[in-house]
């Protein structure tokens, strides 16, 4: 299927690592361009070699204004047609567990960044009157995961907020949507196999096929399958979903409206 990606310009963050990385992969393999942005300079130096004509790297974190300004200097008019928010998550920790300084700390990593981020790409798209974005927060906004509780609460944040803007913006050709990844074979997820194997005393190995266990499917879900789905929201064909969250979680989430 042909998802009309050719020569169109992306912003994806946390490019070089997990769905990051199989999303960028994903849409270069479409013939889409991307500003691969993320920390480390050495990974993404890597990830430009595999498409030196078609992706574009920024080091820096998101997390900091300076980061979002250098953004911009590189887009300068282009016009962007999709966005891909994603960063790493906070600590795995208990509620009781967690100071203050947890908290004010995961609002700037989880939801300050993505408000200035959004509120400085947004007003782009919607002047050109095309524009998609996703946002990779967590299955954890449709059903808390244990030892979660920073990400899941300020997440919960995100999701407002972009429901709220999609409403807002809605007729304007710009499409805002969140995907909700569960146990999927990222390094991310070993954050919270180490949490629960320091909890429990048991090893990690135990720990983590006793976390497959609990999958409906069996498995753990695979990055590239994941971004399938993302692409196809960067897409034009998605243009008749808005404000959606959307879970990939191999059946864990047990609500209705899951």
């Known amino acids: ?23 960028t992969l994903a849409l270069v393999n479409e013939g889409a361009r991307v500003i691969a942005i993320a920390r480390g300079i050495d990974k993404l130096t890597e990830l430009q070699l595999t498409a030196p004509n078609q992706i574009n790297i920024l080091a820096g974190d998101l997390a900091e204004e300076e980061t979002i300004s250098k953004l911009l200097d590189i887009i300068k008019d282009q016009p962007i047609h999709g966005m891909v928010v994603n960063a790493g998550g906070p600590p795995a920790k208990m509620v009781l567990e967690t100071t203050l300084e947890d908290w004010d700390k995961a609002y700037h990593t989880i939801l300050r960044w993505k408000v200035a981020l959004t509120q400085a790409i947004v007003p782009k798209m919607v002047k050109a009157g095309y524009g998609r974005i996703v946002y990779i927060e967590s299955v954890s906004v449709k059903q808390p995961v244990e030892n979660l509780v920073l990400s899941t609460s300020l997440r919960l944040a995100v999701v407002g907020m972009v429901k709220t803007l999609s409403q807002e913006i809605a007729s304007t050709g710009v499409t805002l949507n969140i995907l909700g990844p569960g146990s999927h074979n990222t390094p991310a997820i070993n954050r919270l196999y180490i949490k629960k194997a320091e909890q429990t005393g048991l090893p990690f190995d135990q720990v983590k096929e006793m976390g497959i266990q609990q999958i409906p499917v069996g498995k753990l879900g695979e990055a590239a399958d994941f971004a399938g789905l993302a692409i196809w929201l960067l897409s034009p064909q998605s243009k008749f979903i808005t404000g959606q969250t959307i879970t990939i979680d191999g059946g864990a989430v047990k609500g209705i409206m899951g």
Not at 1 to 23: H, Y
């Open 1 to 23: 299927m042909d998802l009309g990606l050719q020569k169109q310009l992306f912003i994806v963050g946390g490019a070089t690592s997990g769905f990051g990385k199989a999303i």
